[in-house]
């Protein structure tokens, strides 16, 4: 009862992050002081998924590691250190949620790096969240006609998703050649966290893609080793 209470826990916490991280994205939409409160909550829910989650820690010194849990366990590292600098550099820029932190780093440092960081961070949520696609859908039921249309439909997306983030210009600031993040604010809300979330699915593709081949490849090595 207790292990099914925590887990649906878990799940509300993931799910609040993701909703979120949209939001955070979504900064022409919310404006600069629900940008700074938005990213106070991310960081509280990123604190109760890892004391959630403490278990993972645990077990990352036993077992073996195979290709897949290797490229679990670097994204998640790459997702940590991204987010707890995104959130730091926040901080020493903020003048609604924390103040008292402004200018704790140089202002000019903290917004080149919470811009990169930020686009950073969602690249790495996606790609975090699709590792764990493949375990999540295993116990469905669909037949092979179902989970191609679904795959096709979740393509399509991703397809426009990676296209409407090249288009914005997202790859500048991911490689610090743009130190501004520019917004157009006449851009419709729906439109915004569309685009938004065509990319963080995306990304959650190109994870979901990513755990395939790799367990594909390595089940196999294991019946061709058993041959």
Known sequence: ?????????????????????????????????????????MTALLIA????????YKSLFRGK???????????????????????LCGMAMSAHATPFLYGF?????????????????FILMGLHLGLH?????????????????????????AVVGFWRFVRNGIPDYIFFRTP????????SAFLVFAENLAALIAFTFLGACAATLIKARGTKRCVNGSD
């Open 65 to 87: 590691y195979n290709a897949y849990r290797i490229a679990a366990v670097a994204v998640n590292t790459l997702l940590l250190a991204s987010i707890a600098l995104t959130a």
């Open 49 to 56: 998924h890892h004391i959630l989650n403490y278990r993972w």
């Open 105 to 121: 780093l140089p202002v000019s440092f903290a917004r080149r790096f919470h811009l990169a960081m930020s686009y950073w961070s």
């Open 133 to 157: 696609i493949p375990a999540m859908t295993a116990g469905l039921k669909w037949n092979r006609k179902v989970k191609t249309a679904v795959s096709a439909f979740f393509a399509v997306i």
């Open 1 to 41: 009862m207790q292990a099914g209470k925590t887990n649906k826990i878990k799940k509300a916490v993931d799910v609040c992050m993701t909703v979120l991280l949209l939001c955070l994205m979504a900064y022409q939409v919310t404006g600069e002081t629900l940008h700074e409160w938005f990213g106070i909550g």
């Open 180 to 187: 501004f993040a520019f917004f157009d604010y006449e851009k």
